[in-house]
């Protein structure tokens, strides 16, 4: 039985909450228009992207799984802690260092995109830079970090779209109609290792 690719549903959702975010972050848009952001991050950005992420694990995919459920729970966690908690409790940093941990996460995860199509280790070594921008912000008190932030996570939001309409546009046309750059093939067999399917 063939399953169904999940990649472009949880692109779609990372994608787009994503742009919505940065559009506030960049100044676009002010505070105002965090609500539809956070309901974005909780149905699409969150749920659909967790979703996906589940859809990875029978296709024996690590590193879908680990991407889509881990972004999915990040946008749930930024949707709750704006919705619920409260930012203006939270003592000055601390937000920072949250920022910075996803940044070192998405780190390792942009090493294992190393192995995969170019499309993805670009949207991923975007995002280390976007997580690092915004914790930088945060951290040391400099809001033309976060405008910085802001305009590098509307690449990575772009990347993510181009990525999910290629993995689209590509199997229905059953050829490559948008290039996603194929890694370099690497001589795993004589490591003792074996492609994922």
């Not at 992207?49 to 990040?74: D, I, K, S």
Request: aromatic share 18%; with cysteine.
């Amino acid at each position: 039985m063939k399953l169904a690719n999940p990649a472009p549903l949880g692109l779609t959702g990372f994608a787009l909450t994503t742009w919505l975010l940065s559009l506030v972050n960049a100044g676009f848009y002010t505070g105002t228009s965090v609500p539809l952001v956070l309901a974005s991050a909780f149905a699409f950005g969150g749920t659909a992207q967790f979703f996906a992420g589940l859809m990875e694990m029978p296709r024996g995919n690590t590193f879908g799984f680990v991407a889509f459920c881990a972004y999915g729970a990040f946008w749930w966690s930024f949707a709750l802690f704006v919705e619920f908690f409260g930012p203006a409790n939270v003592p000055p940093g601390f937000v920072g260092w949250w920022l910075a941990l996803w940044g070192f996460f998405s780190l390792f995860m942009f090493v294992g995109t190393l192995a995969l199509n170019r499309a993805l280790q670009a949207i991923f070594l975007v995002l280390v830079v976007t997580f690092f921008l915004l914790a930088g912000a945060d951290l040391f008190g400099i809001p033309a970090l976060k405008a910085l932030g802001g305009y590098f996570g509307l690449v990575t939001a772009a990347l993510a779209f181009y990525l999910a309409a290629a993995e689209i546009i590509n199997e229905t046309h059953g050829r490559e109609v948008l290039p996603i750059g194929a890694p370099a093939p690497k001589p795993v067999a004589s490591l003792g290792l074996h492609k994922a399917a």
